[in-house]
């Protein structure tokens, strides 16, 4: 694709999104076509040489299709005790709390001495990535469910959390920092003693990124691991998402303006973007997965999640990733045990991010997992699992004795990296 190309296709996209806003007061069925347009010539130019293979199946066929696998599918069903923090805007944070089933310790019990208080468990914080909910963590916590005491919070306008308030109702930008507040929010209500462990996955890293750049005491007093997957502590400006060099210059000059012009008519382009849906199941795949084989359940999990994401989120997080730079922040994870996973296939978030973090933390655990892509935790489970489960054994987060269990495999070729 080359660079006029891929302007013409973003300008098409505005046009037509500001035609779209000019039907409104006529008729709706057009109105929504040239927004389903506008979204549809955009993600065909962001895709470009993407082969769909939906295409060569009927729309009705695919409709029953995905309500089977959503009334089937076990995926993102698991629920723990809910709770509700509040970040310093008064945007409602929504978070769940699994812990440990007393039966499953197969530690001896201590008694204790002169009745002194038993140590708080060891909390695992699991912080999700962009346009996902803490869902994306489905079968991390299955496997973990009942033997180590975990949270699991949806980010400031995704999945259960409240729209931020910030952004709403002051026009403020969304910024990591601001995401690195919001955890700490969470963890003063869901954890706010013992040991920690935090695990993020790319904009999840980042918010634990940010959260020991503005808070490095609580990392040095309480923070005993970290894991960050698929995650990057800068330079994501410069990511071209398998583009052509031209064309993906292009796509960066535009982009953002095309995303404000969206949001702002949201209720319209989600309509459209219903009516696209096909398009936006075959690039979600593209930059999502990797390997050939995937459970098609696990697919469409995916989806649910990224179609779940208002078009005017998705705007207003955009930008903060270009400026996007944690690396000093780094030097507080110096001490600790970490692990750095990343899929080599990773188009959202290269692996080459991870590597850099790991050359920063040289006693870090690098793990790169082959035919992996973005969502690894999803495609290679197992491969996640385990590395996760080490590192919470090595910090004494779990019994060394205890049975973590990869549940499952989403693809036949999926092997430890």
Not at 106 to 115: D, K, T, V
Not at 240 to 257: E, I, M, Q, S, T
Not at 296 to 303: D, G, L
Not at 308 to 317: K, L, Q, R, W, Y
Request: glycine share 10%; aromatic share 6%.
């Amino acid at each position: 694709m080359s660079e006029s190309t891929a302007e013409g296709v973003a300008d098409a996209a505005a046009a037509a999104v500001a035609s779209a806003t000019g039907a409104a007061a006529g008729s709706w069925r057009r109105a929504t076509g040239i927004a389903g347009t506008a979204i549809g010539v955009l993600a065909a130019g962001a895709a470009a040489g993407v082969a769909i293979e939906r295409l060569t199946v009927g729309r009705g066929m695919r409709q029953q299709a995905r309500l089977a696998l959503d009334s089937a599918g076990p995926y993102g069903a698991l629920r723990g005790l809910p709770g509700k923090a509040y970040a310093e805007d008064g945007t409602e944070l929504y978070f769940e709390v699994d812990d440990v089933d007393p039966e499953a310790q197969l530690a001896p019990r201590r008694r204790r001495l002169f009745g002194r208080k038993a140590p708080a468990p060891v909390t695992v914080v699991f912080c999700h990535g962009y346009c996902l909910n803490q869902d994306s963590w489905h079968f991390q916590r299955a496997a973990l469910r009942g033997v180590v005491r975990t949270v699991h919070w949806d980010q400031r306008s995704h999945g259960r959390s409240g729209r931020g308030v910030a952004q709403l109702q002051e026009g403020r930008p969304v910024s990591i920092d601001q995401l690195g507040q919001d955890l700490k929010a969470v963890l003063d209500v869901a954890a706010p003693e013992g040991p920690l462990v935090l695990v993020g996955h790319s904009m999840g890293g980042m918010t634990v990124m940010a959260l020991a750049a503005q808070y490095p005491e609580l990392v040095r007093e309480r923070v005993v691991g970290v894991a960050l997957v698929g995650s990057s502590s800068g330079r994501l400006g410069e990511v071209n998402f398998g583009l052509p060099v031209a064309g993906v210059n292009a796509v960066r000059r535009v982009l953002p303006g095309v995303l404000r012009a969206l949001g702002q008519r949201a209720e319209l382009v989600e309509k459209g973007r219903r009516a696209t849906a096909d398009l936006f199941a075959g690039i979600i795949k593209r930059y999502s997965f990797a390997a050939r084989e995937i459970d098609p359940a696990v697919e469409r999990f995916a989806e649910r999640m990224i179609e779940g994401t208002p078009i005017d989120v998705v705007a207003e997080f955009y930008p903060a990733f270009t400026e996007h730079d944690k690396t000093e922040a780094l030097v507080y994870f110096a001490d600790i045990p970490v692990l750095v996973l990343a899929g080599v296939r990773d188009l959202v978030t290269p692996s080459e991010h991870s590597e850099a973090i790991a050359d920063l933390l040289p006693d870090a655990e690098l793990v790169l997992v082959p035919d992996a892509g973005h969502l690894v935790m999803l495609e290679h489970p197992e491969v996640v699992t385990d590395r996760l489960a080490d590192l919470l054994t090595r910090v004494g987060a779990v019994p060394a004795g205890a049975t973590v269990s990869g549940y499952g495999s989403t693809s036949s070729t999926a092997r430890p990296g």
